[in-house]
């Protein structure tokens, strides 16, 4: 059948019966296509995805040479052209090419990262191949594809609904309607919406573009949002790079006044602002990100928008579901309770009639496991199945056993015994075992059964899901870090305490009902000092956080259910549990392959090592633009001579822009509190770093003039004082990475060795320049040897002076924090 017809039917599927539709893509709907029949509709038609629009990476590296810095440094070679200084011509070409080359790598590394980091959340689908149910990526479906749609999925493709009740579904997505709609055999579903409930089989009519969604808009969008951290940091650009402006515009009157050429005059300040200006900010905060990711990844947490790392690093508070993280979600059936006069084998036997092994739940697999007679199961067929979810808390089934029809259900035992219409007796008896066995840490199914004459209930299967062996230290170590957990589950309350206890989570549980009753700031009161919440609906947790975010906490929350996505959206960080529905994980943040807590914990480790770095950086760059804005800027104005080159300037700009882009591989120790910004802080511990910079440097120069009697009045003396202060700027300015780096001592944590290296090298080739006088004057080993003793001092006594900052900003924090508390 050739591509056009396959695609041909999508615009008609709608108005055609479900017998047309499977007759026109030839499939037969209980064996589903052949697996060559399938890969050769694929060839034909095409994956099923919307081809995202790709940027020329030539295109993509001439971008690096257009804006306003690429601009600066560019009017900066066209007049060093103009004055004939064609070796400062070929320097500043230089530098414009490898600042193109260094971030075009780094963008091209960051976004392989992503494309990682997206094929490790490929949408996955049910399929029937070769008569045989699959899982395959979605982009895999062709037309005429028969494929299983459940709650929580998101439709992958244009499908025909041709088996099955019912599905509720959010087409809000398509149409902006946020009311769902329910569809049944022989309606239409589109790509992008989510199931919201239900149960159905469907064929595929439409694949990638062809689909409804395709041909109106594409299906992965990039979300541009701007963290704390860009926001941060682009303010602090804007600060640095409005201080460079004035800074090097009050230059630039005084020594016009002094009557300096215009076009060498305007060549030194289009250079100076260049150097001072943070160009590698942008690519230093995507790699960075990028790469953090990376290491999240390997840590089976997927990172879905870069700026939940740092929201990550914030959080204060973690709301945790019990089945699945905080427990093993490997449910054992134990001493189940067989009633009015049924056997247990009976009650196992309707229960398990009500469960469907193929839907892989934990439940409906741990019953199956308990049943003795598999062969009397086989015996019987499902007419019609109710799938489990969070409002109904029950699954139902209609089946056929011998000729005899009947329908069985097993769900929530309050649920059941509202179905059986339980009288006051039974209910009391039941509701007193299932709160005795709740005791013991017990989650407990009741079992119906209904042969035409109304529901009767048949017995109560305890079930036990332990806590994970690393559960409790997980909780430990979060609890020593700054980040309490509270506990979420929509299990009974005394189950809830007892694993709450057993974890060290505490014993604090409140119910649904208190959510439901406590309005306003007790409800803030009331989430605040919970160490957790039982019997709650999705619904309850979108409430939870909502309150915890309005008493300033930061707030991560875990979800699995399609319910679940509002609240996931809400909090600071959404995480989706391992086997988490389609629609959490497109709701999160954060994606979990692996089950527990433990993946949380070192998601939340690996995003304070990030902030840390981040940090770190904000402080160098600070701290450099001052060091070297102002003392360039106030010895011309105090020495009427340029204490460096224009083209000094740039190599310097160059060389310390090398090392600092390996700061995303650093080794850093993570804070024992929550990470956030503190702008006081970071400005003025690089305010004193850099002015003690300006100070020292002034220092040596005026030992090189006033001890050494260099004079620089004469043209060599001043090249030689040009040359040693620039060696003097490169080496402490690469030094000053490894200040900024740490709170405590700058030995106190090993530096990554692609940070000490490349710092090392470039001090190396600095250092050779100005030893031999490669495009500066040679100043010799002698001269270099004091330098570096000279830095080196200078660099113990910043160390120092750091040290005595961050002690002064902690005592300051702790008498806040004992102000606050009395």
């Known amino acids: 059948m050739p591509s056009g017809d396959l695609q041909g039917i999508a615009q008609k599927a709608k108005h055609m019966s479900v017998e047309e539709v499977l007759k026109y893509l030839n499939v037969d709907p209980k064996r589903g296509l052949t697996t060559e029949e399938a890969k050769r509709r694929l060839r034909e038609v095409g994956p099923n995805e919307i081809p995202e629009k790709k940027v020329s990476p030539i295109v993509k590296f001439l971008s690096y040479f257009w804006g306003p810095i690429p601009w600066m440094i560019e009017i900066a070679a066209i007049l060093s052209a103009i004055v004939h200084h064609w070796e400062d011509f070929g320097i500043i070409v230089s530098l414009l090419i490898i600042n193109a080359v260094v971030g075009f790598w780094q963008e091209h590394k960051a976004e392989n990262i992503m494309e990682y980091l997206k094929q490790k959340l490929t949408l996955e689908v049910r399929v029937l191949r070769d008569g045989e149910w699959k899982t395959i990526p979605a982009r895999e479906l062709v037309p005429g594809d028969i494929i299983r749609l459940r709650m929580g999925d998101i439709i992958p493709a244009d499908v025909k609904l041709i088996e099955g009740d019912f599905l509720t579904v959010d087409e809000s997505v398509l149409t902006g309607e946020s009311v769902p709609v329910t569809k049944k055999v022989g309606d239409m579903v589109y790509s992008g919406s989510i199931v919201k409930r239900g149960e159905m089989t469907g064929v595929v009519v439409a694949t990638g573009l062809h689909t409804y969604f395709g041909r109106t808009v594409q299906l992965v969008q990039s979300a541009k949002t701007t963290s704390e951290y860009q926001k941060l940091v682009i303010n602090i650009g804007n600060y640095l790079i409005v201080l460079s402006l004035i800074m090097v515009s009050i230059m630039f009157?005084?020594?016009?006044?002094?009557?300096?050429?215009?076009?060498?005059?305007?060549?030194?300040?289009?250079?100076?602002?260049?150097?001072?200006?943070?160009?590698?900010?942008?690519?230093?905060?995507?790699?960075?990100?990028?790469?953090?990711?990376?290491?999240?990844?390997?840590?089976?947490?997927?990172?879905?928008?870069?700026?939940?790392?740092?929201?990550?690093?914030?959080?204060?508070?973690?709301?945790?579901?019990?089945?699945?993280?905080?427990?093993?979600?490997?449910?054992?059936?134990?001493?189940?309770?067989?009633?009015?006069?049924?056997?247990?084998?009976?009650?196992?036997?309707?229960?398990?009639?009500?469960?469907?092994?193929?839907n892989k739940d934990p439940i409906d697999l741990a019953v199956l496991g308990a049943v003795k007679e598999k062969d009397q199961l086989k015996a019987c067929k499902q007419v019609k199945f109710v799938p489990f979810d969070p409002v109904i808390k029950h699954t139902e089934a209609e089946v056929e056993c011998n000729g005899k029809r009947f329908r069985t259900a097993k769900g929530a035992p309050q649920v059941i015994l509202d179905m059986v219409k339980a009288d006051e007796k039974l209910r009391e008896e039941v509701m007193k075992k299932v709160e005795e066995l709740a005791r013991e840490g017990y989650r407990t199914l009741g079992v119906a059964v209904d042969f035409g004459d109304g529901w009767r209930f048949v017995g109560l299967i305890p079930l036990f899901d332990p806590p994970r062996d690393d559960s409790a230290s997980t909780v430990k170590f979060l609890q020593r870090n700054?980040?309490?957990?509270?506990?979420?589950?929509?299990?009974?309350?005394?189950?809830?305490?007892?694993?709450?206890?057993?974890?060290?989570?505490?014993?604090?549980?409140?119910?649904?009902?208190?959510?439901?009753?406590?309005?306003?700031?007790?409800?803030?009161?009331?989430?605040?000092?919970?160490?957790?919440?039982?019997?709650?609906?999705?619904?309850?947790?979108?409430?939870?956080?909502?309150?915890?975010?309005?008493?300033?906490?930061?707030?991560?929350?875990?979800?699995?259910?399609v319910n679940d996505a509002p609240a996931l959206k809400q909090a600071d960080v959404g995480i989706a549990v391992s086997g988490a529905t389609d629609a959490a994980r497109a709701a999160a943040d954060i994606v979990l392959l692996a089950s527990?807590?433990?993946?949380?914990?070192?998601?939340?480790?690996?995003?304070?090592?990030?902030?840390?770095?981040?940090?770190?950086?904000?402080?160098?760059?600070?701290?450099?633009?001052?060091?070297?804005?102002?003392f360039i800027t106030l010895s011309i104005l105090a020495y009427n001579f340029y204490p460096v080159t224009a083209v000094m300037i740039i190599l310097l700009a160059l060389l310390n822009d090398l090392p600092i882009i390996t700061i995303a591989y650093d080794n850093v120790k993570i804070n024992r509190r929550p990470e956030k910004w503190n702008i006081r802080e970071i400005l003025t511990v690089s305010t004193i770093i850099g002015s003690m910079g300006v100070i020292e440097t002034f220092l040596l120069m005026w030992i090189l003039i006033n001890y050494f009697g260099i004079s620089y009045r004469t043209a060599t003396g001043l090249a030689l004082i040009q040359s040693m202060i620039f060696l003097k700027l490169a080496v402490a300015g690469h030094l000053t990475i490894f200040v900024t780096r740490t709170r405590g001592p700058f030995w106190s944590i090993m530096p990554g060795k692609w940070l000490f290296w490349s710092a090392v090298g470039t001090k190396i080739l600095a250092t050779l320049i100005a030893v031999y006088g490669w495009g500066v004057a040679a100043i010799g080993w002698k001269y270099a040897a004091f330098i570096w003793v000279y830095c080196i001092v200078w660099f113990f006594i910043e160390d120092i002076t750091k040290r005595a900052a961050y002690r002064f900003f902690s005592w300051e924090v702790e008498h806040q924090r004992h102000k606050a508390a009395f």
């Open 482 to 561: 700054g980040i309490r957990v509270k506990m979420i589950t929509g299990d009974h309350i005394a189950i809830a305490r007892q694993i709450a206890k057993i974890l060290g989570i505490g014993t604090r549980i409140h119910t649904a009902e208190e959510l439901d009753r406590a309005k306003g700031h007790e409800l803030i009161k009331l989430c605040e000092e919970a160490d957790g919440f039982a019997q709650v609906y999705p619904e309850h947790k979108f409430k939870i956080v909502k309150a915890l975010q309005e008493a300033g906490h930061k707030v991560a929350m875990t979800g699995d259910g």
């Open 253 to 358: 009157l005084v020594e016009l006044h002094r009557g300096k050429p215009v076009i060498e005059l305007l060549r030194f300040a289009l250079v100076l602002t260049v150097a001072a200006i943070p160009a590698a900010l942008p690519a230093v905060l995507s790699i960075t990100m990028a790469i953090g990711a990376y290491e999240l990844a390997k840590r089976q947490a997927i990172v879905t928008k870069l700026v939940a790392i740092e929201e990550l690093a914030a959080v204060d508070t973690l709301c945790a579901d019990k089945t699945g993280t905080l427990t093993k979600n490997q449910l054992t059936v134990n001493n189940p309770i067989a009633w009015d006069g049924f056997s247990v084998d009976e009650m196992l036997f309707y229960a398990a009639l009500a469960s469907k092994e193929e």
């Open 596 to 630: 527990g807590i433990s993946v949380i914990k070192n998601a939340i480790v690996e995003a304070r090592k990030i902030f840390q770095r981040m940090y770190s950086y904000v402080i160098y760059r600070i701290t450099e633009t001052i060091r070297v804005l102002f």
